[in-house]
């Protein structure tokens, strides 16, 4: 007997927090013909929701996770379930101090009300807390609870009031049909319902159901131990949620949150205990919930003492007793960052491995996703289309999990990379860059040398030029050969791996106009052109920056950055028109850079072709032999030095490697790693990187990119763009130059990025979105002898000279506005490139 | 000053669905989690207090491998002062073998110095309900046995110690006066078990335990197979919604003797 609607227009599988703050925004947005389906009952269906402890502290580093919670908070409130409260992340160690500053840094950056607070605040505003255990603690007065199940109901029955909904629950998805790449139905125990769009939005189940339609969605069901300790005579008296501020015990990575007369321990300190999602019991076989699982007494035992140790005379009270004891299922994923979006499935689409502090606002921007095709928060790290195939495995998930969850409350550095699940995709010259000593980071999974060893006597050829770090933190992941690389290729020249470009062909007759309506540029040139443009979506923001080369009348090839690959493979396969094909050439194709002055004579001695200034203009590309191998070269730069990207057959690139190895030395020539070209090099010339000053929140006005002329033909954001240049930007995008590094200690130290832009004694900016400028980018311009910040200024402040201040761990240091445009602070009139 | 032993036994929770193992000898406790049974804790309970009023020795034993320790550790969570673990499979263990265990630890304490005045147990385990081992330890032990009781004090009198065993019995409240040494199998319902406190937990974590080896190769239960029941099937009435529900609902609570009329 068939219980469930025929058809819908759009399926939500899922009740939880995600489900139910989805259905409300898409019914605001005027969605109708809405069905949502979950396994359990109402209200509690007993996902992570469910058992979630509630509370909301509102600073990450990360910019779209934190605007996630604001909006969540709003929206909690705005439902009459948020109880503010205050929450504290207490320091047991200086280094967790300087970490706390750190968090203050992101604070100012976001415009969160924060400040660094004595173990005497602390005690003044939580009495059972043992003062003598911390050195001090961060602050948060707009910390709260919320109840996430009222807010999922009342958003659930705004939806079903509208007319929008019908919410169907006990009902189990079985199954997922696709047919010619489009989500078609849904099959459930209870009757099958054609749909137009499905959304998995079941939290840890989703991957079981996203494998119905083959799509990886990749998280992984973790254990997050919690006790409840009560009732505490201390606590009494209070009644309702929450009186007294939340504790984070930072360095035990464990909490204390009060709760009516209980007091409730979480803790993330324990082993990674994870599960697969097929494994979770089903709700006849749990005791409590299928996400609350049996406590495991000995994970906890150090939480536990911890905890003690902190609130001795509250947790020791006589009468409170450890009255509820589980091990809650939540979500996790390789990276930490959630997984929104439409999937590979045209219609299907993912809203998983979210927390209650975004629920809300996901559930805002996903709807405005779906409905628009663009969301007001960019949401471009949680793009489901982020994934790599290496990253889809539930063994990468499981591996780095494992490794991440312990960090949960961790100092994390903000270029730290990951151990475990490392060498998935090699140059084919690694073992080269091996001998040479190359220091690899992750990018995509490609190992990619980051600097080499083997210059590293260069560091004390260039002495202090090269910059060096005294501090750990700054000096941490980071290395001063990476600035002597740069001053040798500036002075000789230098030769890169960049294979971990991601690099598709558009091919067919509709080659062009897919390019053309995806590219602001024109792409609409001569074959041998190189064309570098912004990618934008429909509300004018960026989606990407990349090259494309015409190769032939109906072949162009896209070469972008490795990390965000796959998302502008999947945008250019979305866009395609007039039966154009896309076909990855990743795996196919390594590249290799050679820059620096002398990079025409190395190339010249490899090659008979006419590498001349004339014979081989700037932006063009044609295939050339370079040490007999055949290769596609492009003149192009990112490091504003005369050069080319070599594009060659993997199997040829060791001999290509090899050669300009040998040829270059004799010029004083050096392999050099990212660093140059993802940093020094490219902040040197002000180049722009997507997901550092470029994201879909941000336009090709503010950031200073706009040409002279419009093209013609239409594109993807055009009459946004066009609106964009009629209006006088809110922000403006800047290169600082920090002028004294001595802090108080005398030690000098060096921004990372992230850190927010003062003025000069201190006042906090506003941009005219109401932003506060933080930096994008930091890094060392050794050619400048300059530390050079990136940021997007309010306009008044965006002049030459302005005198501001960067907030570094809470001390400020003087910076000095050097561009307010793409101009570079080195070789402005790019004479080095001709 | 008394002594109590009290006998525990690391059991599925069989709150929710039982789920039986392969071979159909024993409960899967895989998904479900480990606990000891209801009537055990009671037990744990009665020999707590028992022993916390006279300051006495309350010890918890229990045979089973080496997962078992983590119910040691919880009797210790709210108690008990001392703790043996007989290290063996317990599906190995059949009831006789479970009883001359004991017997066993009872009699190697004893001639320690430590002689358990009183021993009480569950009046089954919630995974085998073999109902045997109480009486089969008093036979062993030559003691007396009370069987079923909810309650135990023990009390002084003119004879020496006795216990003083309640329960309820067919016809009605059965009250026994047994002067120690003495056996008692508890059936839940007479105490409310409490939970640990967090010193409790933290120092149960120090208690050094006891770990000894069986002391005889077990004969096991002669058990063949075990089958579930075919499920009941749960029938949901809705009451109503919203306010409109409320007089339902107060019925129901009365029905159930939840709420007084």
């Given at each position: 007997?068939?219980?469930?609607?025929?058809?819908?227009?759009?399926?939500?599988i899922g009740a939880g927090?995600?489900?139910?703050?989805?259905?409300?925004?898409?019914?605001?947005?005027?969605?109708?013909?809405?069905?949502?389906l979950d396994q359990g009952p109402l209200p509690n269906p007993g996902g992570s929701t469910g058992h979630a402890s509630?509370?909301?502290?509102?600073?990450?580093?990360?910019?779209?996770?934190?605007?996630?919670?604001?909006?969540?908070?709003?929206?909690?409130?705005?439902?009459?379930?948020?109880?503010?409260?205050?929450?504290?992340?207490?320091?047991?160690?200086?280094?967790?101090?300087?970490?706390?500053?750190?968090?203050?840094?992101?604070?100012?950056?976001?415009?969160?009300?924060?400040?660094?607070?004595?173990?005497?605040?602390?005690?003044?505003?939580?009495?059972?807390?043992?003062?003598?255990?911390?050195?001090?603690?961060?602050?948060?007065?707009?910390?709260?609870?919320?109840?996430?199940l009222?807010?999922?109901?009342?958003?659930?029955?705004?939806?079903?009031?509208?007319?929008?909904?019908?919410?169907v629950p006990n009902v189990e998805v079985t199954g997922l049909?696709?047919?010619?790449?489009?989500?078609?139905?849904?099959h459930t125990d209870k009757?099958?319902?054609?749909?137009?769009?499905?959304?998995i939005a079941c939290g840890v189940w989703s991957p079981k159901i996203g494998d119905m339609?083959?799509?990886s969605i990749p998280l992984t069901p973790a254990v997050h131990q919690m006790i409840s300790v009560?009732?505490?005579?201390?606590?009494?008296?209070?009644?309702?949620?929450?009186?007294?501020?939340?504790?984070?015990?930072?360095?035990?990575?464990?909490?204390?949150?009060?709760?009516?007369?209980?007091?409730e321990v979480g803790s993330y300190a324990h082993r990674a205990i994870l599960m697969e999602p097929e494994d979770i019991p089903t709700i006849e076989q749990s005791k409590l919930s299928p996400t609350e699982l049996p406590f495991t007494e000995d994970d906890f035992d150090t939480q536990l003492?911890?905890?003690?140790?902190?609130?001795?005379?509250?947790?020791?009270?006589?009468?409170?007793e450890i009255r509820y004891a589980i091990n809650g299922l939540l979500s996790l994923t390789?990276?930490?960052?959630?997984?929104?979006?439409?999937?590979?499935?045209?219609?299907?689409?993912?809203?998983s491995a979210?927390?209650?502090?975004?629920?809300?606002?996901?559930?805002?921007?996903?709807?405005?996703?779906?409905?628009?095709?663009?969301?007001?928060?960019?949401?471009?790290?949680?793009?489901?289309?982020?994934?790599?195939?290496?990253?889809?495995r539930r063994e990468h998930t499981r591996l780095r999990t494992t490794e991440?969850f312990i960090?949960t409350?961790?100092?994390?550095?903000?270029?730290?990379?990951?151990?475990?699940?490392?060498?998935?995709?090699?140059?084919?010259?690694?073992?080269?860059?091996?001998?040479?000593?190359?220091?690899?980071?992750?990018?995509?999974?490609?190992?990619?040398?980051?600097?080499?060893?083997?210059?590293?006597?260069?560091?004390?050829?260039?002495?202090?030029?090269?910059?060096?770090?005294?501090?750990?933190?700054?000096?941490?992941?980071?290395?001063?050969?990476?600035?002597?690389?740069?001053?040798?290729?500036?002075?000789?020249?230098?030769?890169?791996?960049?294979?971990?470009?991601?690099?598709?062909?558009?091919?067919?007759?509709?080659?062009?106009?897919?390019?053309?309506?995806?590219?602001?540029?024109?792409?609409?040139?001569?074959?041998?052109?190189?064309?570098?443009?912004?990618?934008?979506?429909?509300?004018?923001?960026?989606?990407?920056?990349?090259?494309?080369?015409?190769?032939?009348?109906?072949?162009?090839?896209?070469?972008?950055?490795?990390?965000?690959?796959?998302?502008?493979?999947?945008?250019?396969?979305?866009?395609?028109?007039?039966?154009?094909?896309?076909?990855?050439?990743?795996?196919?194709?390594?590249?290799?850079?050679?820059?620096?002055?002398?990079?025409?004579?190395?190339?010249?001695?490899?090659?008979?072709?006419?590498?001349?200034?004339?014979?081989?203009?700037?932006?063009?590309?044609?295939?050339?032999?370079?040490?007999?191998?055949?290769?596609?070269?492009?003149?192009?730069?990112?490091?504003?030095?005369?050069?080319?990207?070599?594009?060659?057959?993997?199997?040829?690139?060791?001999?290509?490697?090899?050669?300009?190895?040998?040829?270059?030395?004799?010029?004083?020539?050096?392999?050099?790693?990212?660093?140059?070209?993802?940093?020094?090099?490219?902040?040197?010339?002000?180049?722009?990187?997507?997901?550092?000053?470029?994201?879909?929140?941000?336009?090709?006005?503010?950031?200073?990119?706009?040409?002279?002329?419009?093209?013609?033909?239409?594109?993807?954001?055009?009459?946004?763009?066009?609106?964009?240049?009629?209006?006088?930007?809110?922000?403006?995008?800047?290169?600082?130059?920090?002028?004294?590094?001595?802090?108080?200690?005398?030690?000098?130290?060096?921004?990372?990025?992230?850190?927010?832009?003062?003025?000069?004694?201190?006042?906090?900016?506003?941009?005219?979105?109401?932003?506060?400028?933080?930096?994008?980018?930091?890094?060392?311009?050794?050619?400048?002898?300059?530390?050079?910040?990136?940021?997007?200024?309010?306009?008044?402040?965006?002049?030459?000279?302005?005198?501001?201040?960067?907030?570094?761990?809470?001390?400020?240091?003087?910076?000095?506005?050097?561009?307010?445009?793409?101009?570079?602070?080195?070789?402005?009139?790019?004479?080095?490139?001709? | 000053?008394?002594?109590?032993l009290v006998c525990v036994k690391r059991v599925p929770d069989i709150t929710e669905e039982v789920v039986l193992s392969e071979d159909g000898l024993s409960v899967d406790g895989r998904r479900s989690g480990f606990t000891m049974s209801a009537h055990e804790e009671c037990a744990v309970e009665l020999a707590v207090?028992?022993?916390?009023?006279?300051?006495?020795?309350a010890t918890v034993m229990t045979i089973g491998d080496a997962e078992a320790v983590e119910q040691l550790r919880n009797a210790l969570a709210v108690g008990c002062?001392a703790a043996t673990h007989v290290l063996g499979e317990p599906f190995a263990f059949g009831p006789a073998d479970v009883a001359s265990e004991i017997a066993a630890v009872?009699?190697?304490?004893?001639?320690?110095?430590?002689?358990?005045?009183?021993v009480l147990l569950g009046n089954d385990a919630a995974d085998s309900g073999d109902f045997q081992v109480g009486i089969r330890l008093?036979?062993e032990?030559?003691?007396?046995?009370?069987n079923g009781a909810s309650?135990?004090?023990?009390?002084?009198?003119?004879?020496?110690?006795?216990?003083?065993?309640?329960?309820?019995?067919?016809?009605?409240?059965?009250?026994?006066?047994?002067?120690?040494?003495?056996v008692v199998t508890i059936r839940e319902g007479g105490v409310e078990p409490r939970y640990p406190?967090?010193?409790g937990r933290?120092?149960a974590k120090?208690v050094?335990i006891e770990e000894r080896q069986p002391v005889a190769e077990p004969k096991g239960g002669g058990r063949v197979k075990m089958t579930l029941p075919p499920p009941t099937p749960s029938a949901v009435?809705?009451?109503?919604?919203?306010?409109?529900?409320?007089?339902?609902?107060?019925?129901?609570?009365?029905?159930l003797?939840?709420?007084?009329?």
């Open positions: 007997m068939a219980e469930v609607p025929g058809s819908a227009r759009c399926v939500v927090i995600v489900g139910n703050s989805l259905v409300h925004h898409l019914a605001k947005l005027g969605w109708t013909d809405i069905v949502q509630n509370f909301i502290f509102l600073t990450d580093h990360s910019r779209e996770i934190t605007d996630l919670t604001l909006d969540s908070v709003e929206q909690y409130k705005e439902l009459g379930v948020f109880t503010q409260c205050g929450g504290f992340e207490v320091a047991r160690t200086e280094e967790r101090m300087e970490e706390l500053r750190r968090r203050m840094s992101s604070a100012k950056a976001w415009g969160i009300e924060a400040e660094m607070v004595s173990p005497e605040f602390v005690q003044e505003k939580v009495p059972f807390l043992d003062k003598d255990q911390i050195i001090g603690a961060f602050w948060q007065p707009g910390v709260g609870v919320v109840d996430s009222r807010a999922g109901t009342i958003m659930r029955e705004r939806a079903i009031e509208a007319g929008a909904l019908t919410t049909d696709v047919e010619d790449g489009r989500v078609r139905r849904v009757g099958t319902i054609e749909a137009e769009y499905v959304v339609a083959g799509v009560g009732p505490c005579p201390q606590l009494a008296g209070e009644t309702g949620e929450i009186t007294f501020p939340i504790v984070r015990d930072m360095d035990t990575f464990c909490y204390e949150r009060q709760h009516g007369a209980d007091m003492e911890q905890a003690y140790e902190l609130m001795p005379e509250l947790l020791g009270a006589d009468g409170a390789c990276d930490g960052a959630p997984i929104l979006g439409e999937s590979h499935v045209k219609g299907l689409w993912t809203a979210v927390w209650i502090k975004e629920g809300p606002g996901v559930g805002r921007a996903v709807a405005e996703w779906m409905t628009q095709g663009w969301s007001e928060i960019d949401l471009a790290s949680s793009d489901i289309a982020r994934f790599h195939e290496h990253q889809k991440s960090k409350y961790g100092i994390i550095h903000p270029n730290e990379q990951y151990e475990s699940d490392r060498d998935q995709r090699r140059a084919p010259m690694h073992e080269s860059q091996q001998k040479l000593g190359a220091f690899c980071f992750e990018t995509a999974g490609w190992e990619r040398p980051h600097w080499y060893e083997s210059n590293a006597p260069l560091v004390e050829q260039y002495g202090d030029a090269v910059m060096p770090r005294e501090h750990e933190w700054d000096s941490r992941w980071w290395s001063p050969i990476i600035n002597a690389e740069h001053l040798r290729m500036r002075e000789a020249a230098g030769v890169i791996d960049l294979t971990a470009f991601q690099i598709f062909d558009i091919e067919g007759p509709g080659a062009l106009d897919s390019v053309q309506q995806t590219c602001v540029a024109q792409c609409d040139v001569a074959v041998g052109k190189v064309i570098y443009t912004p990618v934008l979506d429909a509300h004018g923001g960026f989606r990407s920056d990349l090259t494309v080369m015409r190769l032939g009348d109906d072949h162009f090839r896209v070469v972008t950055g490795g990390a965000h690959g796959p998302a502008d493979h999947q945008w250019f396969a979305d866009h395609l028109v007039g039966g154009a094909t896309i076909t990855d050439r990743t795996d196919d194709v390594s590249t290799i850079g050679l820059w620096g002055p002398k990079a025409r004579d190395i190339l010249a001695s490899l090659t008979d072709a006419d590498v001349s200034g004339e014979g081989f203009p700037m932006l063009t590309c044609r295939e050339i032999t370079v040490a007999g191998v055949n290769v596609l070269a492009s003149r192009i730069s990112y490091v504003g030095e005369l050069g080319w990207e070599l594009y060659v057959d993997m199997a040829d690139a060791p001999t290509l490697w090899q050669a300009l190895l040998d040829t270059g030395d004799s010029h004083g020539t050096v392999p050099m790693g990212i660093g140059v070209y993802g940093t020094t090099g490219r902040i040197e010339k002000g180049y722009r990187a997507y997901g550092m000053e470029l994201d879909a929140e941000r336009t090709i006005v503010e950031a200073g990119m706009q040409r002279p002329k419009v093209k013609a033909a239409d594109f993807v954001g055009k009459e946004a763009y066009l609106a964009q240049r009629e209006t006088a930007p809110k922000a403006v995008l800047c290169t600082l130059t920090v002028e004294d590094h001595t802090s108080a200690s005398g030690v000098k130290r060096y921004m990372l990025g992230g850190e927010p832009i003062l003025t000069r004694d201190g006042g906090t900016l506003t941009d005219g979105h109401g932003h506060h400028p933080y930096v994008t980018t930091a890094g060392s311009a050794p050619s400048l002898g300059k530390h050079v910040l990136l940021a997007y200024l309010p306009v008044e402040q965006a002049k030459i000279g302005t005198e501001l201040a960067v907030s570094y761990m809470e001390e400020l240091y003087p910076v000095v506005v050097g561009s307010v445009d793409a101009t570079p602070l080195f070789d402005p009139s790019n004479e080095r490139m001709r | 000053m008394a002594d109590v207090q028992a022993t916390a009023a006279s300051g006495g020795q002062t009872v009699r190697d304490h004893e001639a320690e110095g430590r002689s358990h005045d009183l008093a036979y032990l030559g003691r007396p046995v009370v309650t135990v004090v023990i009390e002084d009198s003119p004879e020496g110690p006795v216990v003083v065993a309640v329960g309820e019995g067919p016809e009605g409240q059965e009250t026994y006066r047994v002067t120690l040494p003495a406190s967090v010193p933290l120092k120090k050094p009435t809705i009451l109503g919604e919203g306010p409109a529900a409320a007089s339902a609902v107060v019925d129901v609570f009365e029905k003797g939840v709420l007084a009329k």
